[in-house]
T-cell receptor
């Protein structure tokens, strides 16, 4: 079964600086997908970025980029030019496909709480 | 387009009581998922509906949990009787094609 590990329970960064949130994964599948979600204090889970295992380039979405190192099984999220509104929980997740049904579900890590200071 | 909605946002009940959580997916999304996050731990998959059919309920903790999706629209998740370890945040997500999942704001359940 897939496993996601986020080793940083909390991270601090100053406004306008870049920060990297770590995520490592474990899977025996050749084809897989990796996601990052943001959960602000309001509670909703906001999709940020997706990386497919066969994507040759690292995914980018605005200030978010995913540093995908397949050999190391890592998919770190890089947030550039941090803003106060980036303070939130961040979850790394992997798509797991059921052998029985072919449908997918997400396997999550424990999350990293990011605090951006002025 | 309205997002995934969940009701209530917060529920506090005593051990042994019953609670029913509701999820309204995005209109047209046949796939509906329930997840749960117990304090400090990872978000864990509970089950997956396609329309009204349960495709995968491998994550349901035990038979105190019952999920339904009558008519293939909204879904309910009932916990009966609730135990202290059921406390956590229950998320619902929906998907049109089974790939990108859109999450609701969650229901925070506190069992005392």
């Amino acid at each position: 079964a897939q496993k996601i590990t986020q080793t940083q329970p909390g991270m601090f960064v100053q406004e306008k600086e870049a920060v990297t949130l770590d995520c490592t994964y474990d899977t025996s599948d050749q084809s897989y997908g990796l996601f990052w979600y943001k959960q602000p204090s309001s509670g909703e889970m906001i999709f940020l970025i997706y990386q497919g295992s066969y994507d040759e380039q690292n995914a980018t979405e605005g200030r978010y980029s995913l540093n995908f190192q397949k050999a190391r099984k890592s998919a770190n999220l890089v947030i550039s030019a941090s803003q106060l509104g980036d303070s939130a929980m961040y979850f790394c997740a992997m798509r797991e496909i059921s052998m029985n049904t072919g449908f997918q579900k997400l396997v999550f890590g424990t999350g990293t709480r990011l605090l951006v200071s002025p | 387009e309205a997002g995934v909605t969940q009701f209530p946002s917060h529920s506090v009940i005593e051990k042994g009581q019953t609670v029913t959580l509701r999820c309204d997916p995005i209109s047209g999304h046949d796939n509906l998922y329930w997840y749960r996050r117990v304090m400090g731990k990872e978000i864990k998959f509970l089950l997956h509906f396609v329309k009204e059919s349960k495709q995968d309920e491998s994550g349901m903790p035990n038979n105190r949990f019952l999920a339904e999706r009558t008519g293939g629209t909204y879904s309910t998740l009932k916990v009966q009787p609730a135990e202290l370890e059921d406390s956590g945040v229950y998320f619902c997500a929906s998907s049109r094609d089974g790939y990108e999942q859109y999450f609701g704001p969650g229901t925070r359940l506190t069992v005392t």
